[in-house]
């Protein structure tokens, strides 16, 4: 079945460690790609989008990811996270001509350790 | 930026109960709303998409009858829980897209509402 994928269900890292969340989908065709996060207790905020060119995407707090489209990929990196990290992270597709609807990965959950 | 509410944040209802939950864009106009539904440790499902002034198109699996979508306005889409039961209980969240912004348009989401049916 088409999908999106996160290959990482809980992550737990130190402070000052580097990061690499995971993120595939199954669709073909033009894709636009996000990542969102859920801090405990809050909604979901944006961190970061693609819909075309550099593939090498920069968003808020540090945050980048990198669309490999051979290999239907949007991983979201970062270089040192702290413990204000800590969160579930979301990837998230957009088909085109499908009216903006957004189909979520499982999620990842983050905890950093001070 | 902009901004998304939802009315109320929790309820506790009984079983056969029905339950209103709001959608509100507070600073820009909203012609599409989203609704999704999160159960715990687990990722946001799309129920179904709200359009103003037309009726909503649900996402396979959604009963259109259980959950009435009304997106009376660009500001405001409400979704009914009707005659709830225990298996309803759940996070909803609502999002919204700012027609403003083009085909590059954002989706806001709203800071969900907890329901929980006895």
């Known amino acids: 079945a088409q999908s999106v994928s996160q290959h990482n269900h809980h992550v737990i890292l130190s402070e000052a460690a580097s990061l690499e969340l995971g993120c595939n989908y199954s669709y073909g065709g033009t894709v636009n790609l996000f990542w969102y996060v859920q801090y405990p207790g809050q909604h979901l905020q944006l961190l970061l989008k693609y819909f075309s060119g550099d593939p090498l995407v920069k968003g808020i707090k540090g945050f980048e990811a990198e669309f490999i489209k051979s290999k239907f990929s949007f991983n979201l990196r970062k270089p040192s996270v702290q413990w204000s990290d800590t969160a579930e992270y979301f990837c998230a597709v957009t088909r085109y001509n499908q009216g903006g609807k957004l189909i979520f990965g499982q999620g990842t959950e983050l905890s950093v350790k001070p | 930026g902009a901004v998304v509410s939802q009315h109320p944040s929790w309820v506790i209802c009984k079983s056969g109960t029905s339950v209103k939950i709001e959608c509100r864009s507070l600073?820009?106009?909203?012609?599409?709303m989203f609704w999704y539904r999160q159960f715990p440790k687990q990722s946001l499902m799309l129920m179904a998409t709200s359009n103003e002034g037309s009726k909503a198109t649900y996402e396979q699996g959604v009963e259109k009858d259980k959950f009435l979508i009304n997106h009376a306005s660009l500001t405001l889409s409400t979704l009914t829980v009707t005659s709830a039961h225990p298996e309803d209980s759940s996070f909803y969240i609502c999002?919204?897209?700012?027609?403003?912004?083009?085909?590059?348009?954002?989706?806001?989401f709203g800071p969900g509402t907890r329901l929980l049916v006895l």
């Open positions: 999002s919204a897209k700012d027609w403003r912004v083009g085909p590059q348009e954002t989706q806001y």
């Open positions: 600073d820009f106009q909203a012609t599409t």
